[in-house]
Protein backbone atom coordinates (compact mmCIF):
# COMPACT_ATOMS: atom_id res chain seq x y z
CA UNK A 1 0.00 0.00 0.00
CA UNK A 2 1.43 4.05 -0.97
CA UNK A 3 0.50 6.03 2.08
CA UNK A 4 0.46 6.31 5.92
CA UNK A 5 0.52 3.43 8.19
CA UNK A 6 -0.86 5.34 11.06
CA UNK A 7 -3.64 7.44 9.92
CA UNK A 8 -3.45 10.78 8.40
CA UNK A 9 -6.89 13.57 9.72
CA UNK A 10 -8.23 16.64 7.97
CA UNK A 11 -7.01 18.39 11.24
CA UNK A 12 -5.42 17.90 14.50
CA UNK A 13 -5.87 20.33 17.66
CA UNK A 14 -3.04 22.36 18.82
CA UNK A 15 -1.90 21.47 22.10
CA UNK A 16 -0.02 22.95 24.43
CA UNK A 17 2.55 21.77 26.84
CA UNK A 18 0.78 19.95 29.52
CA UNK A 19 3.02 21.78 31.98
CA UNK A 20 1.81 25.25 30.60
CA UNK A 21 -1.42 24.21 30.88
CA UNK A 22 -0.53 22.67 34.48
CA UNK A 23 0.57 26.66 35.35
CA UNK A 24 -3.23 27.59 34.84
CA UNK A 25 -4.73 25.12 36.35
CA UNK A 26 -2.94 25.55 39.92
CA UNK A 27 -4.03 29.56 39.67
CA UNK A 28 -7.63 27.99 38.99
CA UNK A 29 -7.15 25.81 42.06
CA UNK A 30 -5.78 28.11 44.07
CA UNK A 31 -8.71 30.24 42.79
CA UNK A 32 -11.50 28.14 43.72
CA UNK A 33 -13.46 29.33 40.41
CA UNK A 34 -14.71 27.16 37.77
CA UNK A 35 -17.26 29.44 36.05
CA UNK A 36 -19.40 32.11 35.63
CA UNK A 37 -16.94 34.65 34.51
CA UNK A 38 -13.68 33.70 36.51
CA UNK A 39 -10.77 34.87 36.26
CA UNK A 40 -9.26 32.93 33.02
CA UNK A 41 -12.52 33.85 31.45
CA UNK A 42 -11.88 37.41 32.32
CA UNK A 43 -7.82 37.46 30.98
CA UNK A 44 -8.71 35.37 27.96
CA UNK A 45 -11.71 37.66 26.84
CA UNK A 46 -9.30 40.49 27.06
CA UNK A 47 -6.36 38.89 25.17
CA UNK A 48 -8.91 37.33 22.42
CA UNK A 49 -10.21 41.41 21.76
CA UNK A 50 -6.42 42.40 21.35
CA UNK A 51 -5.71 39.51 19.47
CA UNK A 52 -8.25 39.85 16.83
CA UNK A 53 -9.03 43.25 17.19
CA UNK A 54 -12.70 43.14 18.32
CA UNK A 55 -14.66 45.78 19.34
CA UNK A 56 -17.15 43.69 21.30
CA UNK A 57 -16.77 40.31 22.86
CA UNK A 58 -18.40 37.57 24.65
CA UNK A 59 -17.54 34.08 24.86
CA UNK A 60 -19.54 31.10 24.70
CA UNK A 61 -19.41 27.18 25.96
CA UNK A 62 -19.70 26.41 21.76
CA UNK A 63 -20.16 28.23 18.35
CA UNK A 64 -23.41 26.84 18.51
CA UNK A 65 -24.43 28.01 21.39
CA UNK A 66 -23.27 31.49 20.80
CA UNK A 67 -24.62 31.57 17.38
CA UNK A 68 -28.26 30.72 18.90
CA UNK A 69 -27.24 33.54 21.35
CA UNK A 70 -27.06 35.98 18.43
CA UNK A 71 -30.62 35.19 16.76
CA UNK A 72 -32.16 35.74 19.93
CA UNK A 73 -30.42 38.70 21.15
CA UNK A 74 -30.99 40.74 17.72
CA UNK A 75 -35.02 39.63 18.40
CA UNK A 76 -35.31 37.28 14.75
CA UNK A 77 -38.29 35.98 13.96
CA UNK A 78 -39.89 34.91 10.79
CA UNK A 79 -37.45 33.82 8.01
CA UNK A 80 -33.46 34.40 7.45
CA UNK A 81 -31.93 33.94 4.43
CA UNK A 82 -29.06 31.51 4.44
CA UNK A 83 -26.48 28.98 2.69
CA UNK A 84 -27.30 25.31 2.53
CA UNK A 85 -23.19 24.56 1.88
CA UNK A 86 -22.15 24.83 5.51
CA UNK A 87 -22.08 22.76 8.67
CA UNK A 88 -25.58 21.53 10.34
CA UNK A 89 -25.05 24.29 13.11
CA UNK A 90 -25.76 27.35 10.96
CA UNK A 91 -29.52 26.31 9.84
CA UNK A 92 -30.44 24.34 13.24
CA UNK A 93 -29.63 27.21 15.02
CA UNK A 94 -32.48 28.99 12.83
CA UNK A 95 -34.96 25.94 13.49
CA UNK A 96 -34.12 26.21 17.40
CA UNK A 97 -35.31 29.63 17.47
CA UNK A 98 -38.65 29.02 15.12
CA UNK A 99 -37.14 30.76 12.05
CA UNK A 100 -37.74 29.48 8.71
CA UNK A 101 -34.52 28.99 7.05
CA UNK A 102 -34.69 30.38 3.48
CA UNK A 103 -32.03 28.41 1.16
CA UNK A 104 -30.06 31.01 -1.52
CA UNK A 105 -27.58 29.73 -3.48
CA UNK A 106 -23.43 30.11 -3.40
CA UNK A 107 -20.97 31.84 -5.76
CA UNK A 108 -19.28 29.51 -7.85
CA UNK A 109 -16.16 31.33 -6.79
CA UNK A 110 -15.94 31.91 -3.10
CA UNK A 111 -18.54 29.04 -2.15
CA UNK A 112 -20.20 31.82 0.40
CA UNK A 113 -23.81 33.16 0.18
CA UNK A 114 -24.41 34.45 -3.48
CA UNK A 115 -25.48 38.39 -3.38
CA UNK A 116 -26.96 38.51 -7.05
CA UNK A 117 -29.98 35.68 -6.22
CA UNK A 118 -30.88 37.08 -2.35
CA UNK A 119 -32.79 39.75 -3.05
CA UNK A 120 -35.58 37.62 -4.78
CA UNK A 121 -35.76 35.29 -1.55
CA UNK A 122 -36.72 38.81 0.67
CA UNK A 123 -40.31 38.69 1.95
CA UNK A 124 -42.41 40.67 4.71
CA UNK A 125 -41.29 37.85 7.25
CA UNK A 126 -37.67 38.68 6.37
CA UNK A 127 -35.51 39.55 9.17
CA UNK A 128 -32.05 38.86 8.26
CA UNK A 129 -29.18 37.54 6.06
CA UNK A 130 -27.08 34.57 8.10
CA UNK A 131 -23.43 34.43 5.86
CA UNK A 132 -20.84 31.84 6.18
CA UNK A 133 -17.69 32.99 5.53
CA UNK A 134 -16.75 28.83 4.29
CA UNK A 135 -13.25 27.82 4.62
CA UNK A 136 -12.35 31.20 5.95
CA UNK A 137 -13.42 32.75 2.52
CA UNK A 138 -15.02 36.00 3.01
CA UNK A 139 -18.68 36.29 2.20
CA UNK A 140 -19.11 39.54 -0.47
CA UNK A 141 -20.01 41.40 3.03
CA UNK A 142 -20.35 44.98 1.06
CA UNK A 143 -22.86 43.29 -1.45
CA UNK A 144 -24.70 41.86 1.46
CA UNK A 145 -24.72 45.17 3.94
CA UNK A 146 -25.80 47.18 0.80
CA UNK A 147 -28.84 44.90 0.52
CA UNK A 148 -29.71 44.87 4.06
CA UNK A 149 -29.52 48.47 4.37
CA UNK A 150 -31.66 48.64 1.56
CA UNK A 151 -34.45 46.57 3.23
CA UNK A 152 -34.30 46.94 6.89
CA UNK A 153 -32.44 43.90 7.66
CA UNK A 154 -30.21 42.27 10.24
CA UNK A 155 -26.71 40.36 9.11
CA UNK A 156 -25.21 37.76 10.96
CA UNK A 157 -21.83 35.86 10.04
CA UNK A 158 -21.03 32.35 10.85
CA UNK A 159 -17.34 33.20 11.10
CA UNK A 160 -16.39 29.55 12.87
CA UNK A 161 -13.44 28.84 10.05
CA UNK A 162 -12.41 32.72 10.36
CA UNK A 163 -10.13 33.45 12.81
CA UNK A 164 -7.65 36.17 12.17
CA UNK A 165 -9.16 36.81 8.94
CA UNK A 166 -9.29 39.78 7.00
CA UNK A 167 -11.02 41.29 4.09
CA UNK A 168 -9.59 44.96 2.83
CA UNK A 169 -7.44 45.19 5.64
CA UNK A 170 -10.80 44.93 7.95
CA UNK A 171 -10.49 42.11 10.85
CA UNK A 172 -13.54 39.80 9.26
CA UNK A 173 -15.66 40.60 12.23
CA UNK A 174 -16.15 44.16 11.59
CA UNK A 175 -18.93 43.24 8.89
CA UNK A 176 -22.22 42.34 9.74
CA UNK A 177 -24.28 43.18 12.78
CA UNK A 178 -22.45 40.08 15.09
CA UNK A 179 -19.98 37.64 13.66
CA UNK A 180 -19.63 34.21 15.83
CA UNK A 181 -16.41 31.97 16.13
CA UNK A 182 -16.22 28.55 16.97
CA UNK A 183 -12.88 27.50 19.15
CA UNK A 184 -14.08 22.94 18.71
CA UNK A 185 -11.08 21.71 18.68
CA UNK A 186 -11.26 21.18 14.93
CA UNK A 187 -10.43 24.93 14.48
CA UNK A 188 -7.33 26.42 14.31
CA UNK A 189 -7.80 28.11 18.06
CA UNK A 190 -9.33 26.01 19.83
CA UNK A 191 -10.46 26.43 23.63
CA UNK A 192 -11.50 22.45 23.95
CA UNK A 193 -14.80 23.24 23.05
CA UNK A 194 -16.27 27.28 22.94
CA UNK A 195 -16.97 29.87 21.03
CA UNK A 196 -17.29 33.74 20.89
CA UNK A 197 -19.74 36.26 19.59
CA UNK A 198 -17.82 39.62 18.23
CA UNK A 199 -20.00 42.96 17.51
CA UNK A 200 -19.36 46.19 16.87
CA UNK A 201 -22.49 47.64 18.78
CA UNK A 202 -21.41 48.05 22.57
CA UNK A 203 -25.13 48.29 23.44
CA UNK A 204 -25.70 44.97 22.68
CA UNK A 205 -22.91 43.44 25.06
CA UNK A 206 -25.36 43.52 28.03
CA UNK A 207 -27.99 41.60 26.35
CA UNK A 208 -25.75 38.78 25.29
CA UNK A 209 -24.19 38.68 28.60
CA UNK A 210 -27.73 38.07 30.27
CA UNK A 211 -28.59 35.85 27.70
CA UNK A 212 -25.78 33.61 28.17
CA UNK A 213 -26.35 33.28 31.56
CA UNK A 214 -30.18 32.30 32.05
CA UNK A 215 -31.01 36.24 31.74
CA UNK A 216 -29.62 36.90 35.60
CA UNK A 217 -29.12 40.08 36.14
CA UNK A 218 -28.17 39.64 39.95
CA UNK A 219 -29.60 37.73 42.99
CA UNK A 220 -32.97 38.86 42.71
CA UNK A 221 -33.92 39.92 39.22
CA UNK A 222 -34.13 37.34 35.91
CA UNK A 223 -34.84 39.93 33.32
CA UNK A 224 -34.92 37.48 30.12
CA UNK A 225 -35.58 33.71 29.06
CA UNK A 226 -31.42 33.42 28.88
CA UNK A 227 -29.61 29.98 28.39
CA UNK A 228 -26.22 29.01 29.64
CA UNK A 229 -24.05 29.42 27.51
CA UNK A 230 -20.72 30.13 29.85
CA UNK A 231 -17.33 29.25 28.85
CA UNK A 232 -15.78 27.69 31.70
CA UNK A 233 -12.71 28.35 33.53
CA UNK A 234 -10.68 25.34 32.11
CA UNK A 235 -11.68 25.79 28.75
CA UNK A 236 -10.62 29.58 28.94
CA UNK A 237 -7.34 27.74 30.25
CA UNK A 238 -6.65 25.73 27.66
CA UNK A 239 -7.81 29.13 25.05
CA UNK A 240 -5.42 31.06 27.06
CA UNK A 241 -2.13 28.74 26.50
CA UNK A 242 -3.06 27.70 22.84
CA UNK A 243 -3.86 31.49 21.21
CA UNK A 244 0.49 31.88 21.51
CA UNK A 245 0.76 28.99 19.25
CA UNK A 246 -1.30 30.25 16.74
CA UNK A 247 0.80 32.42 14.50
CA UNK A 248 3.22 29.96 14.44
CA UNK A 249 1.05 27.35 13.42
CA UNK A 250 -0.17 29.08 10.59
CA UNK A 251 3.10 29.65 9.25
CA UNK A 252 3.35 26.30 8.67
CA UNK A 253 -0.09 25.68 7.34
CA UNK A 254 0.51 28.65 5.01
CA UNK A 255 3.66 26.96 3.98
CA UNK A 256 1.63 23.75 3.22
CA UNK A 257 -0.92 25.16 1.71
CA UNK A 258 1.72 26.65 -0.91
CA UNK A 259 3.30 23.13 -1.36
CA UNK A 260 -0.12 22.03 -2.35
CA UNK A 261 -1.30 24.73 -4.59
CA UNK A 262 2.26 24.21 -6.44
CA UNK A 263 1.98 20.21 -6.80
CA UNK A 264 -1.28 20.48 -7.57
CA UNK A 265 -1.46 23.42 -10.59
CA UNK A 266 -1.93 21.81 -13.55
CA UNK A 267 -3.46 18.94 -12.74
CA UNK A 268 -6.51 18.35 -14.78
CA UNK A 269 -9.66 18.26 -13.44
CA UNK A 270 -8.29 19.54 -10.05
CA UNK A 271 -9.36 23.10 -9.17
CA UNK A 272 -7.36 24.46 -5.48
CA UNK A 273 -10.05 26.69 -3.62
CA UNK A 274 -8.88 29.60 -3.28
CA UNK A 275 -9.07 33.46 -1.36
CA UNK A 276 -9.98 36.65 -2.99
CA UNK A 277 -6.79 38.77 -3.04
CA UNK A 278 -8.08 41.27 -1.01
CA UNK A 279 -8.49 39.07 1.94
CA UNK A 280 -5.65 37.04 4.00
CA UNK A 281 -6.38 33.34 4.46
CA UNK A 282 -6.66 31.70 8.57
CA UNK A 283 -5.75 28.73 7.16
CA UNK A 284 -8.61 26.78 8.63
CA UNK A 285 -9.09 23.93 5.81
CA UNK A 286 -6.83 23.34 2.23
CA UNK A 287 -9.80 22.71 -0.07
CA UNK A 288 -9.69 21.00 -3.35
CA UNK A 289 -12.48 20.62 -6.49
CA UNK A 290 -12.59 17.83 -8.64
CA UNK A 291 -14.12 17.99 -11.76
CA UNK A 292 -14.74 13.80 -12.41
CA UNK A 293 -15.11 13.99 -16.15
CA UNK A 294 -11.61 15.70 -16.45
CA UNK A 295 -9.86 13.98 -13.45
CA UNK A 296 -11.37 10.52 -14.38
CA UNK A 297 -12.38 10.12 -10.83
CA UNK A 298 -15.51 11.32 -8.67
CA UNK A 299 -14.80 13.50 -5.62
CA UNK A 300 -16.15 10.18 -4.08
CA UNK A 301 -13.87 7.90 -5.50
CA UNK A 302 -10.85 9.71 -4.41
CA UNK A 303 -12.45 10.31 -0.90
CA UNK A 304 -12.49 6.38 -0.75
CA UNK A 305 -8.85 5.12 -2.14
CA UNK A 306 -7.41 8.18 0.20
CA UNK A 307 -8.75 6.79 2.96
CA UNK A 308 -7.72 2.67 1.89
CA UNK A 309 -4.18 4.21 1.84
CA UNK A 310 -4.79 5.88 5.76
CA UNK A 311 -5.37 9.45 4.31
CA UNK A 312 -8.45 10.59 6.07
CA UNK A 313 -9.98 13.63 4.03
CA UNK A 314 -13.43 15.28 4.51
CA UNK A 315 -16.06 16.11 2.07
CA UNK A 316 -16.59 19.43 3.80
CA UNK A 317 -19.69 20.00 2.75
CA UNK A 318 -21.65 16.76 1.64
CA UNK A 319 -24.58 16.75 1.80
CA UNK A 320 -25.86 20.43 1.53
CA UNK A 321 -27.75 20.74 4.68
CA UNK A 322 -30.96 21.73 2.38
CA UNK A 323 -31.26 17.77 1.59
CA UNK A 324 -31.43 16.71 5.15
CA UNK A 325 -35.04 15.28 6.10
CA UNK A 326 -35.75 18.24 8.02
CA UNK A 327 -35.45 20.88 5.57
CA UNK A 328 -35.68 19.23 1.63
CA UNK A 329 -39.53 20.31 1.89
CA UNK A 330 -39.15 23.56 2.19
CA UNK A 331 -39.76 25.42 -1.26
CA UNK A 332 -35.97 26.91 -0.86
CA UNK A 333 -34.53 23.55 -0.63
CA UNK A 334 -35.90 22.67 -3.95
CA UNK A 335 -33.36 21.32 -6.43
CA UNK A 336 -33.34 24.06 -9.38
CA UNK A 337 -32.21 26.88 -7.55
CA UNK A 338 -29.49 25.45 -5.94
CA UNK A 339 -27.30 24.58 -8.90
CA UNK A 340 -23.90 26.13 -7.66
CA UNK A 341 -24.40 24.79 -3.88
CA UNK A 342 -25.02 21.60 -5.25
CA UNK A 343 -22.13 21.18 -8.29
CA UNK A 344 -19.95 22.29 -5.08
CA UNK A 345 -21.33 19.12 -2.49
CA UNK A 346 -20.42 16.54 -5.33
CA UNK A 347 -17.30 18.54 -5.97
CA UNK A 348 -15.41 19.46 -2.82
CA UNK A 349 -12.82 17.52 -0.76
CA UNK A 350 -10.81 19.24 2.24
CA UNK A 351 -7.12 17.97 2.44
CA UNK A 352 -5.42 17.43 5.43
CA UNK A 353 -3.94 20.79 6.72
CA UNK A 354 -1.84 20.93 9.96
CA UNK A 355 1.84 22.29 11.02
CA UNK A 356 3.15 18.79 11.77
CA UNK A 357 2.54 17.28 8.30
CA UNK A 358 6.26 17.61 6.81
CA UNK A 359 6.87 18.70 2.97
CA UNK A 360 7.32 14.42 2.39
CA UNK A 361 3.99 13.84 4.08
CA UNK A 362 2.63 16.36 1.77
CA UNK A 363 4.00 14.19 -1.22
CA UNK A 364 2.82 11.48 -0.69
CA UNK A 365 -0.73 12.48 -0.27
CA UNK A 366 -0.30 14.45 -3.33
CA UNK A 367 1.05 11.33 -5.32
CA UNK A 368 -2.10 9.13 -3.46
CA UNK A 369 -4.63 11.97 -4.93
CA UNK A 370 -2.64 12.07 -8.25
CA UNK A 371 -1.65 7.99 -9.06
CA UNK A 372 -4.96 6.54 -8.92
CA UNK A 373 -6.75 8.15 -11.44
C1 LIG B 1 -19.44 26.59 9.76
C2 LIG B 1 -19.63 26.09 11.17
N1 LIG B 1 -20.60 26.66 11.92
C3 LIG B 1 -20.82 26.28 13.18
C4 LIG B 1 -20.08 25.27 13.77
C5 LIG B 1 -20.40 24.86 15.16
O1 LIG B 1 -19.46 25.28 16.09
P1 LIG B 1 -19.27 24.51 17.48
O2 LIG B 1 -18.80 23.12 17.17
O3 LIG B 1 -18.26 25.32 18.21
O4 LIG B 1 -20.60 24.51 18.16
C6 LIG B 1 -19.05 24.64 13.02
C7 LIG B 1 -18.20 23.54 13.51
O5 LIG B 1 -17.89 23.17 14.52
C8 LIG B 1 -18.85 25.06 11.68
O6 LIG B 1 -17.90 24.47 10.92
Redesign the pocket.
Known amino acids: MTGFTIPIMVTRPLFPELSEYSENLEDIWASKWLSNGGIQHQKLEQELKSYIHAPNISLFN??????MTAVQSLRLQGEVITTPF??P??THVLAWNNITPVFCDIDPVRLTIDPKKIERLITAKTTAILG?H?YGIPCHVEEIQRIADRHGLRVIY?A??AFTTTYNGNPIADFGDIS?F???P??LFHTG???ALVYSDPNLKERIEYLKNFGIKNEEEVLLPGINGKMGELQAAMGRKVLPLVAKEQQARKKIREQYTHLLQNTKGIQVVTLPDSATASEQYFCIRICASEFGESRDQVHERMRASNIFTRKYFYPLVSDYPCYSALPSASRDSLCQSRKAAMEVLCLPLYGLLSSSDIQTIVNVLKNGA
Not at 62 to 67: D, E, Q, R, S, Y
Open positions: NGTMALTFATVVDAHMSFHTKEGG
